[in-house]
């Protein structure tokens, strides 16, 4: 009778289902099966947790690249080419709390000859505070940041490579042009074109991108060939104070600026390659999701075997006043259970790997360059979920083949 009070309780299902989980069954093939299921959950989850780590190492070895000269904050125009920063408003942004630093842009395409050799380009002039806002030390290959209020440029190592030009040409001048503004008809290329003769003293080098397109040179210049105000600029750079918050800042400064500038952060600068490593991250997923389903077949497996073989035992609970109900939930729970140890322990194992990635490098992509990972709660939490739904779900399936026909035939 006592065993009857207690069948309908979770806790003695729970009980039946952990000595299913840990007895061994009479038949060696069940036992082999079992084996089999835990190791292909174990292992799935390794490989799930494994594969978002190095994928999260290679999102941010490649996104260090495309932030070395991306600032915190960047405000451009959004009607126009330009905009008047007033002394009003610069006083204003001094005055935002959080903000240690910023630079004011002149950007516009241009073109650059040097000897018998052209390139289309971005011009990109910056003033004296563009140093404190971005990481010049760590993009420069060869030469060195131009001077303040100089005719100097660097440009990038794409450019450098077409053009034919190092920083050692002392001799020679790079000549930048920009179209004149203006109407009517033009008679010569001296006409349709403003020129500048400057001096190239850097190299930068930071992806393939910016490597081919941009050169950089002093406001002075570009505010020079552009016929542009003493006010008049393109963009404005930040430098965030390290425990700024940023939504606070930026709200502020887009209230300074009006609704005719935008204000972006790092992310929204890089919005078409932050939307491509999550795609790609997203696939990964779901690739290495399947094969943690195709694993959890096995416990589904496993399950029904076991019921098979424990149909005696079955046919005496229900004899003893279990209900079809009851025993379902056992197989249920040892399902669960299974999935669950599996995977805690396929993430410790797949945690430790990267763990050993990390610290000692063992998996080189080239001699100097350890493959890069990155060991993330977020990916843990994600993994366990992501195994324990699936469980829960494989589990359902297999306890659901147990009918009243079964537990009385026992």
Same mark, same amino acid.
């Given at each position: 009778?006592?065993? &009857?009070?207690?069948?309908?309780?979770?806790?003695?299902?729970?009980?039946?289902?952990?000595?299913?989980?840990?007895?061994?069954?009479?038949?060696?093939? &069940?036992?082999?099966?079992?084996?089999?299921?835990?190791?292909?959950?174990?292992?799935?989850?390794? $490989?799930?947790? &494994?594969?978002? %780590?190095?994928?999260?190492?290679?999102?941010?070895?490649?996104?260090?690249?495309?932030? @070395? /000269? !991306?600032?915190?904050?960047?405000?451009?125009?959004?009607?126009?080419?330009?905009?008047?920063?007033?002394?009003?408003?610069?006083?204003?942004?001094?005055?935002?709390?959080?903000? $240690?630093?910023?630079?004011?842009?002149?950007?516009?395409?241009?073109?650059? #000859?040097? @000897?018998?050799?052209? =390139?289309? %380009?971005?011009? +990109?002039?910056? !003033?004296?505070?563009?140093?404190?806002?971005?990481?010049?030390?760590? *993009?420069?290959?060869?030469?060195?940041?131009? *001077?303040?209020?100089?005719?100097?440029?660097?440009?990038?190592?794409?450019?450098?490579?077409?053009?034919?030009?190092?920083?050692?040409?002392?001799?020679?001048?790079?000549?930048?042009?920009?179209?004149?503004?203006?109407?009517?008809?033009?008679?010569?290329? +001296?006409?349709?074109?403003?020129?500048?003769?400057?001096?190239?003293?850097?190299?930068?080098?930071?992806?393939?991108?910016?490597?081919?397109?941009?050169?950089?040179?002093?406001?002075?210049?570009?505010?020079?060939?552009?016929?542009?105000?003493?006010?008049?600029?393109?963009?404005?750079?930040?430098?965030?104070?390290?425990?700024?918050?940023?939504?606070?800042?930026?709200?502020?400064?887009?209230?300074?600026?009006?609704?005719?500038?935008?204000?972006?952060?790092?992310?929204?600068?890089?919005?078409?390659? =932050?939307?491509?490593?999550?795609?790609?991250?997203?696939?990964?997923?779901?690739?290495?999701?399947?094969?943690? *389903?195709?694993?959890?077949?096995?416990?589904?497996? #496993? /399950?029904?075997?076991?019921?098979?073989?424990?149909?005696?035992?079955?046919?005496?609970?229900?004899?003893?006043?279990?209900?079809?109900? !009851?025993?379902?939930?056992?197989?249920?729970?040892?399902?669960?259970?299974?999935?669950?140890?599996?995977?805690?322990?396929?993430?410790?194992?797949?945690?430790?790997? *990267?763990?050993?990635?990390?610290?000692?490098?063992?998996?080189?992509?080239?001699?100097?360059?350890?493959?890069?990972?990155?060991? +993330?709660?977020?990916?843990?939490?994600?993994?366990?979920?992501?195994?324990?739904?699936?469980?829960?779900?494989? %589990?359902?399936?297999?306890?659901?083949?147990?009918?009243?026909?079964?537990?009385?035939?026992?």
């Amino acid at each position: 009778m006592p065993i &009857i009070g207690y069948i309908g309780d979770m806790n003695f299902s729970l009980y039946i289902a952990k000595r299913y989980l840990r007895s061994k069954s009479s038949n060696n093939a &069940i036992n082999f099966i079992s084996i089999i299921a835990i190791v292909g959950v174990v292992l799935a989850a390794a $490989a799930l947790f &494994i594969v978002l %780590s190095g994928f999260a190492g290679l999102k941010a070895y490649t996104l260090e690249f495309s932030t @070395d /000269i !991306d600032p915190d904050l960047k405000a451009e125009t959004v009607i126009g080419k330009s905009f008047i920063l007033t002394e009003d408003t610069e006083n204003k942004l001094k005055n935002i709390e959080g903000i $240690a630093s910023y630079s004011k842009i002149i950007e516009e395409r241009a073109l650059a #000859s040097f @000897d018998d050799n052209t =390139h289309p %380009s971005f011009l +990109k002039g910056v !003033d004296d505070y563009f140093p404190a806002v971005n990481k010049i030390d760590s *993009i420069l290959s060869e030469g060195a940041w131009m *001077i303040p209020r100089t005719k100097q440029i660097v440009m990038g190592w794409g450019i450098s490579n077409n053009l034919s030009i190092g920083v050692l040409d002392y001799g020679k001048r790079v000549k930048l042009y920009v179209p004149r503004p203006g109407k009517g008809q033009i008679s010569s290329t +001296k006409q349709a074109f403003k020129q500048i003769n400057v001096q190239n003293v850097g190299i930068f080098e930071v992806n393939e991108n910016l490597n081919n397109n941009y050169i950089f040179t002093t406001i002075e210049v570009a505010r020079d060939l552009l016929s542009y105000q003493p006010n008049q600029i393109t963009d404005i750079e930040f430098k965030l104070s390290k425990n700024a918050k940023e939504e606070s800042i930026k709200s502020q400064i887009q209230s300074i600026l009006g609704n005719k500038i935008v204000v972006k952060n790092r992310e929204e600068l890089n919005e078409s390659l =932050h939307k491509m490593l999550n795609i790609e991250n997203l696939f990964v997923y779901l690739v290495f999701t399947l094969v943690l *389903i195709i694993a959890l077949f096995n416990v589904i497996g #496993s /399950i029904i075997m076991m019921i098979l073989d424990k149909k005696q035992t079955l046919n005496t609970l229900f004899n003893l006043g279990a209900t079809v109900k !009851d025993i379902r939930r056992i197989f249920f729970l040892q399902g669960t259970l299974m999935t669950i140890i599996g995977g805690v322990l396929g993430l410790l194992i797949g945690a430790l790997i *990267i763990f050993i990635q990390q610290t000692f490098e063992p998996v080189m992509i080239t001699p100097n360059l350890p493959y890069p990972v990155v060991l +993330k709660i977020e990916n843990l939490i994600l993994v366990f979920i992501t195994i324990t739904v699936f469980g829960v779900i494989a %589990s359902k399936i297999a306890s659901v083949r147990i009918n009243r026909d079964l537990v009385k035939t026992g």
